[in-house]
């Protein structure tokens, strides 16, 4: 009965507009219920909600009404453009003609889908109570959506940052940062990239942050500023003990050996870039040169940067005297005794061993004829036999010392007598000439031809007696003992010498009382 009436009030309201009053009246009386409190200035005027025979219409005037709304369903975005209900008609979800008290947003804060809005709740966002962002009187949709309108106080750039808290934080907490410094000019990496921010954007101070490692590690410069600012041409951002300068390309002077752990400022005393060093190892090692400058400035043509005690001097090569046996583990400063660039050292035993010498010079300055460099005493190969004595008989196993009792050598004397004095049984009356009956082999061992070597045969009566029954008195080189009878047997002459001194014109050797008168 209801719809019937209403149509024809409207059918009267648009034939007759003076009779508008009248259908004003009539809608009062067939009104379903009071409106709401946000609708009750418009409780008199149905035109504005309902359109007669077009229910889609109504919600095309809900929609011109609430202007906000048809702006999101149209753009697809907040609740009613998200969730799809704006596809929908309003009365589906909203009926004003439940009485001024009445909520008719059938909302709950504990099943509303958030995602179905233009900000989905994420990370801590998603714990937050509704009440923190959506203020009491305030629409759901004029809650603000830029981070600096709920976190202004959580702002400890005091917004010199700007706005965009997103551009480094994210919604899991403040303290999540998700800037990408590689998008600066100054990319963090290495060590800087766990570093705080303000460790180098103090009081929150970003433009205008220095990028010169100086600016920042002046107090960790333990180069004290020698070595210039440009830290980046020797360290990197690893560490400042990772070293990335590359002495050897960059400098023209490889560092090998204990070079390569020396610490830089070890050489570098002054400003690395400024101070031009030498290249010569003395300029350096002067303090620690033993030969206090004797042996030149070369030091590498004997040293090498593995360090001092190894050298690669090749004396044999470079010098004309190989060093051998016992020279090749003596010092160098025990020959070279001045500056070896304008030293010049005789090479002959002599020279150096004029001292070691227990000849006295007596053998000459070729020691190497009978010693060699394994040590003075060591095989030592002289040949006697080239000598005007040569060793034969047991005179070959004597040791030298028992004819040489001095080192001069030449002051032992070659005759037998000279050595053999003590065992001369004669006592020198055959003479000092040894050799005229002995022989090396043995003094028992002696053959002496009287007749031959004398013209005086030893027969009869003197072939039995001994030698030292004519030989009465030493003898020097020189025999001078006749050989007339006289000579030896005066004293036996009973004659009294008065038959002269040729005995032998009457006598023979075999006895004086065998006369054989001739």
């Not at 508008?20 to 067939?30: D, H, L, N, R």
């Not at 010569?280 to 002067?286: F, G, L, Q």
């Not at 007598?417 to 001369?424: E, F, L, M, P, Y």
């Amino acid at each position: 009965m209801s719809r019937i009436l209403l149509c024809v009030i409207a059918i009267v309201a648009g034939l007759y507009p003076a009779a508008g009053a009248v259908a004003g009246v009539i809608e009062s009386m067939v009104m379903p219920g009071r409106l709401v409190q946000g609708h009750a200035r418009y409780e008199s005027q149905c035109g504005k909600c309902h359109q007669p025979f077009s229910k889609q219409g109504q919600s095309r005037l809900c929609l011109d009404c609430h202007r906000k709304v048809d702006e999101d369903v149209r753009g697809n975005r907040g609740f009613h453009g998200r969730s799809g209900v704006g596809r929908k008609k309003c009365t589906s979800c909203h009926d004003d003609h439940l009485g001024r008290d009445a909520n008719i947003m059938e909302f709950s804060h504990e099943t509303f889908d958030h995602v179905q809005t233009d900000y989905p709740l994420r990370g801590a966002h998603a714990l937050a109570q509704c009440k923190g962002c959506h203020k009491a009187g305030k629409k759901f949709r004029d809650a603000p959506h830029e981070c600096v309108s709920c976190h202004r106080m959580d702002d400890v750039h005091k917004g010199n940052l700007g706005r965009k808290c997103d551009d480094c934080h994210a919604e899991k907490a403040w303290k999540k940062n998700g800037f990408d410094h590689g998008k600066t000019d100054f990319p963090l990496h290495g060590r800087h990239a766990g570093v705080a921010c303000d460790s180098c954007h103090e009081a929150q101070r970003y433009k205008g942050t220095p990028k010169r490692c100086n600016d920042c590690h002046r107090f960790n410069d333990v180069h004290a500023g020698r070595f210039g600012t440009g830290c980046a041409g020797c360290h990197n951002e690893k560490g400042w003990k990772k070293i990335s300068f590359d002495h050897d390309r960059n400098t023209g002077y490889p560092l090998t050996g204990r070079h390569r752990v020396a610490s830089c400022a070890s050489c570098h005393t002054g400003s690395t870039f400024r101070q031009k060093l030498p290249g010569n190892c003395y300029s350096c090692h002067r303090d620690v040169d033993q030969h206090k400058g004797a042996y030149g400035k070369q030091c590498e043509s004997c040293h090498v940067t593995g360090g001092w005690k190894k050298t690669r001097f090749d004396h044999d090569q470079k010098t004309g005297f190989p060093l051998r046996g016992r020279h090749g583990k003596i010092a160098c400063t025990a020959c070279h005794r001045g500056e070896v660039a304008h030293e010049k050292l005789g090479t002959a035993c002599s020279d150096c061993h004029r001292a070691d010498d227990v000849h006295e010079g007596k053998q000459g300055k070729k020691c190497g004829r009978c010693h060699n460099e394994g040590g003075w005493a060591q095989k030592v190969r002289f040949d006697h036999g080239l000598t005007r004595f040569p060793l034969i008989g047991l005179h070959a196993v004597v040791p030298c010392e028992e004819c040489h009792l001095s080192a001069v050598y030449t002051d032992t004397g070659r005759e037998c007598i000279d050595c053999h004095r003590k065992d001369d049984t004669h006592h020198e009356r055959l003479g000092d000439r040894c050799a005229t009956c002995h022989n090396p082999n043995g003094w028992s061992l002696w053959v002496f031809d009287h007749k031959a070597r004398t013209g005086f045969p030893l027969a009869g009566g003197h072939a039995g007696i001994v030698c030292e029954s004519c030989h009465t008195r030493p003898v020097h080189r020189t025999f001078t003992i006749s050989s007339s009878c006289d000579s030896c047997h005066r004293k036996d002459d009973v004659h009294d010498g008065r038959f002269g001194r040729y005995c032998d014109r009457c006598h023979n050797t075999k006895a004086f009382d065998q006369v054989e008168i001739r």
